[in-house]
Nanobody
Framework: QVQLVESGGGLVQPGGSLRLSCAAS????????IGWFRQAPGKEREFVAG????????YYADSVKGRFTISGDNAKNTVYLQMNNLKPEDTAVYYC????????????????WGQGTQVTVSS
């Protein structure tokens, strides 16, 4: 059974950091790309970062470049999103998703989705 499980969300003050995890099971990440997306209340789901598993190429939305880092651990079949210097506008439910081939920015390209983890940035 294919499954993606996110964890690591929570409440953090502006300027703080969180590390999200996306644990994959039921499929081989060697041929899948992983994307992180987020959805704030009343807004569409948007691309945050992506990683091409086999090659390790990484991609970021302009809004998070220099603050977020996506990485993977093949042995653990897990992808991470390190988020630094968090801002209130980063508040959203964060989802990881998987697709065959390269990471893309469109939600329609991804076959598998996790249930999401809430990130709230507030003082």
């Amino acid at each position: 059974q294919v499954q993606l499980v996110e964890s690591g969300g929570g409440l953090v003050q502006p300027g703080g950091s969180l590390r999200l995890s996306c644990a994959a099971s039921g499929f081989n990440l060697d041929v899948y790309a992983i994307g992180w997306f987020r959805q704030a209340p009343g807004k569409e789901r948007e691309f945050v970062a992506g990683i091409g598993w086999s090659g390790g190429s990484t991609y970021y939305a302009d809004s998070v470049k220099g603050r977020f880092t996506i990485s993977g651990d093949n042995a653990k079949n897990t992808v991470y999103l390190q988020m630094n210097n968090l801002k209130p506008e980063d508040t959203a439910v964060y989802y990881c998703a998987a697709r065959t081939g390269r990471a893309t920015v469109s939600t329609r390209d991804y076959q598998y989705w996790g249930q999401g983890t809430q990130v709230t940035v507030s003082s």
